[in-house]
């Protein structure tokens, strides 16, 4: 068990931490919350070697992947930095790279009733106007659930608020900031249901976010 305990504020800079070597040869992982060694609920940083792959497997109550570097691939297509994808219970895949990739991988997530395969290329999906001068990009949303990008221009504060349903992040670009600390790209915050902060950036930063699933 790994980081479990979602009354528990998370805060893990990735670029920090050891890569572990998966069951695939050539694949390995930044594992930053997880279940079981290789089954249930899972969240981590995953690498892919040049020319590796992972045999074919399912993927129960989902998978979710952020393409952060190089070009992911299996049967349906390839998928370069900057791709947000959505595989769903029931389907299968063999993934693979063949010239190396980085990912943002979370497993065994899935509401029960989100059947919804969903492949988004942000780097060609337009912003919309978000709070302030904030612009946001949405991926994804079910129930009280909903992830997006969300563009943050230099100098930007946000009101003060509370998460209901908690708050994950994955900082892209830039350098996310609040009352509590400084997050340089490559961190990895989970804040529990009621948390509550001031963000703001110093710099133009992008931010994974994902709301209403703790």
Known sequence: MLNMNFEQHVIINTNEIQWQQSPAKGVWRKPLARAEQERGHATSVVKYDAGSQFSEHPHPKGEEIFVLEGVFSDETGDYPAGTYIRNPEGFSHSPFSKNGCVLFVKLYQFQADDSEQVRVDTKQTPWLQGQGNLQVMPLH????????????????????HTHMGGEEIFVLQGEFIDEHGRYPA?????SPHLSRHHPYVEQDTIILVKVGHI
């Open 141 to 160: 949303s079910i129930g009280t659930e909903s992830t997006a990008l969300v563009f943050w221009p230099a100098g930007e504060k946000f009101v003060p």
């Open 186 to 190: 490559g961190t990895w915050i989970r």
